[in-house]
């Protein structure tokens, strides 16, 4: 019996197409696999960069607050609630002036974490009848010195109306008076357009900023 010839055309060609198909699911699921592969790395480099940049400004807000401390907020905060005051400026005012270092002394000779100046210090317990109460070295306890420089610029604030001539006073003392009254530095009287005193303008500027960075980071 004779055997059939096998047709190698089709056979061929059955192959060729099986084969085709072979290389291409190959293909198609090593182009799934690959855009699968993209899609993680995507989510994955999108979640490691929501994640920076939440670090980032963590690590931001926590540089910032260790530049603008809080220290003695016991103290500010009850000297803020006795004379209507911000928080935000009693901190501003001790940072400027000494940078929460209850021990400094100016050489000026102001003493103390608010920097008043010891003759200040007298007229002060004059204005509150408490005439003789401390020694100058008292200006060295931060709830005594913050006590009575919030007060000091609680008097300046009552005295000027703004707190732009209450701060500059704090520094300068009432000289502010004198500026306010000059044409020159004052175009109304009440508010300075301009400050003679290099050392006061700095000293405003300063502990404006100041205030606003307390602002920020804890009274927002």
Known sequence: MARPVKNTRNYKNSRNNRNSKRRYKE??????????????????AGAI??????FNEDTKDKLEKLNYPTDYSEYVEKAASDY?????IIYSIIRTESNFNPD???SAGAYGIMQIMP????????LRGEEGKYDADALF?????????????????DYYGNEQCAV????????????????????DGETL???PYPETNDYVTKVQSAKEMYKKLYFS
């Not at 960069?49 to 939440?54: A, N, R, T």
């Not at 502010?176 to 000059?182: E, G």
């Open 168 to 187: 500059a006073a704090y520094n300068a003392g009432f000289v502010v008076s004198d500026w306010l009254a000059d044409p020159q530095y004052s175009s």
């Open 193 to 195: 357009n301009d400050i």
């Open 84 to 88: 209507g005051l911000e928080p935000s």
């Open 104 to 106: 400094a002394q100016s």
């Open 49 to 54: 960069l929501f994640m920076l940049g939440h």
């Open 141 to 157: 306890e931060p709830e005594i010195c913050i006590d009575y420089g919030s007060y000091l610029l609680k008097y300046f604030y």
């Open 27 to 44: 293909k198609s699921g090593f182009f799934k696999n690959f855009v699968l592969w993209i899609l993680v790395l995507v989510i994955f």
């Open 119 to 126: 003759s200040s210090f007298d007229w002060l317990q004059e």
